[in-house]
């Protein structure tokens, strides 16, 4: 199996309004020994209203080729065989199989109707043989995804408020995800139904392939600090994600695994007293639906306290840092089938050489 790519790109600026706003562009052209030529623009532009203020927008497409792994994958899990998306691996499967949910819907409906009913076996597969659905999803095609992204940043009360406000837009094709389908060992349609009541008689396939349905994401991250004293600064940053609930129909997983809202607020000061530092910093975010291939499920909402205390000795000679990450040491899952995570607590020495003469 033979598998290239290679790509290049160009990129200009231009300074308009005496140096106010700076427009940028790049052109990134991409080639992959399975694919056309794919073109990856991006055009960035950033307006200076004032000395502490800028406006920033920016507007891109992009590609993603598949991975080694998704493209020639050729592995037997369990009995069901995980094939690579590209032709060279998958070559006639696609166009000769069903859908794994389609042929458990029939199967389940024949056996029903033969239990409840009375029907023979025959009736049965005439009556819901409609049920079987020919797999709709094809070889495997590159992500794409075009994204909008907007923003402010300033300092406001002689530099003590800092203020950073961030909104994005990402709209994503051909979402690279598995199907599950079969492939009858017959070519003969009148007895296609009969192969998929019988499990010796069908091969079993996960494809790679692409997602049908159109996914959207967008958010927005708002960050402040403020000075209370030339020695203490507080602040925090919110950060919303939020997705489109895409339709459900293709069976495959949209995996946006992101928390709805996370925010952080911290207090600070790298020298509180003399030389002894401080800082502290709390978390939280909400629960949200983790999916993978290995495990999906509800990661709960949790939070964690974070601190640390610095100090230094001897004119900076001798640098102590005590912390804790977790402090309250309660446990909490990041994703489903991962571990839990608990308080990590450290503490460091160091001795500053480069200090030693000043020390004396």
Known sequence: ??????????????????????????????????????????????????????????????YRFPSIF?????????????????PVMSDGIFENSYTQASITQFQRAVQSDINT???????A????????????YTYLEPEEVTSLEAGYRAVFMQGKLSLDFDVYFNQYR??????????PKTTNSDSIPYFFLDRSAQDYYRLWTNSKTISKNWGSTLGLSYELSPKIKVGGNFTYANSSNPSRSDGLEDGFNTPEWVYNLFISSPAIYKTLGFSVNFRQQDEFLWQSALATGIVDQYSTLDIQANASFWKGLLNLKIGASNALNDYY????????????????????????????
């Open 1 to 62: 199996l033979g598998y290239w790519k290679t790509g290049g790109f160009v990129q200009g600026s231009k300074t308009l309004l005496s140096d106010r706003l700076k427009i940028s562009g790049v052109l990134r052209l991409e080639k992959n020994q399975y694919y056309p030529v794919k073109a990856n623009p991006r055009i960035a532009m950033v307006y200076s209203p004032g000395p502490y203020q800028t406006i920033r927008f920016s507007a891109q497409n992009g």
């Open 70 to 86: 998704e493209a020639f994958s050729n592995i037997n899990s369990g009995g069901r065989k995980r094939i690579g998306g590209l």
């Open 117 to 123: 009913n009375g029907s023979s076996l025959e009736e």
């Open 125 to 136: 597969v005439n009556q819901h043989q409609n049920l079987l659905t020919k797999n709709p």
């Open 174 to 183: 051909n979402l690279i995800a598995q199907i599950d389908a079969n492939v």
């Open 333 to 360: 899952y990041s994703f489903i089938g991962g571990p839990a995570i608990g308080g990590f607590y450290y503490s460091t020495l160091t001795l500053n050489l480069g200090q030693l003469g000043s020390a004396r």
